[in-house]
């Protein structure tokens, strides 16, 4: 990797063509907080803006090419949902690793390589991860049914939902008391408000942002919710489980259960404002009021920087480039030349 000077993009020309195009062609726009940032994707790029301890605005442009999009054949319904499900999840790892440099680094912009050991760590990590959230909200809602004596396959999956949910519930209420998790939540709620200003047109600043709610249909705390639901109508063909066995098989459906959630929210997302829809979406909704807290002005700042930059068009191949956006009125001469700047 050549050593570059950062680049500096001032933060100004909100209102810039490319930005109008991308509302014209009505661009389906998701994103995520991470560590004091939001991550923004559009079909063509993924930008994760992060403050850093300087107070500046560090953004990664990188392109983006769903792996969905590429090749044709895993766009099938259901089946496109636990592809997505995996391609975002890496992306949002890769991102959240970012922003936590960023974060805590004293150095200027730069973009290290992971070594063989990192990855190692990080795909461990989430294995665990993954594991013990199957343990948590699969599993032990299913031994505490048993342990209930719950009879009969319709009612015995009904509880078994309802402690899922309920587990879900206070697992999410609970994180959201951490200091930390408090400050991702606020990000959350920046996010949200930048997508809605984008949806509607308003200027891509904290003050377009400002009057929008924190919660939107699209949210993936809407898409869980959807999952504990569906899980509930799947398992109750397969019955009451009696042996291990037939645990375990529940667990082998739980892609088909993603599959479907996603299909769930992309309809929500597209029919939000259908009277006949909107039972269920509120749900979710509601549980966003735990995931989502009303951000500053700072934090909108951050969203909206992952915004314009995931909006602007790039010519086609465009490398990775990391970068500061500068507030309105600041020269490129007045942005920090350090060593660690990068562009791969």
Known sequence: ???????????????RPGIEVARKLDLAV??????????????????????????????RKK?????VARHRWLSVPVFRGGVHLIETMGLGIDALMFSADQAVSE??????????????????????????????????????????????????????????????????????????MARVFEYHGAEHKSIHAFENGRSLDADGARPFTT????????FLFFVMIISILVFVFL??????????LRLAF??????????????????????WLKPAIQPGLWLQKITTSQPDDSQLEVAMAALRAVLTPEAEGFKTRIYYELPEGESEAAAPTGSGGGQV
């Open 63 to 67: 392109p983006f090419h769903s792996i």
């Open 1 to 15: 990797m050549k050593d570059l000077r950062p680049v500096a993009q001032p933060a100004a020309d909100l209102d």
């Open 107 to 180: 150095e200027r912009i730069k973009d290290k390589k992971s070594s063989l050991k990192d990855q190692v760590w990080m795909w461990g990590t989430i294995g665990i991860a993954f594991l013990l959230s199957l343990g948590l909200f699969f599993y032990l809602p299913l031994m505490l049914t048993h342990w209930l004596g719950v009879e009969g396959s319709i009612w015995f999956n009904v509880v078994d939902g309802v402690i899922r949910v309920a587990l879900f519930v206070l697992y999410l209420w609970a994180i959201s008391l951490m200091k930390d």
């Open 30 to 59: 998701g994103g995520q907080a991470v560590i004091e940032g939001v991550m923004m994707r559009s079909p063509t790029a993924i930008a994760t803006a992060v403050r850093n301890p300087e107070g500046r605005i560090v953004i």
């Open 254 to 275: 739980v892609p088909v259960i993603g599959g479907l959630a996603y299909e769930a929210i992309k309809l929500s997302g597209k029919y939000c404002n259908a009277w």
């Open 239 to 248: 019955g009451k489980p009696e042996t291990i066995g037939e645990r375990l």
């Open 215 to 222: 919660l939107h249909p699209r949210c993936g705390t809407s």
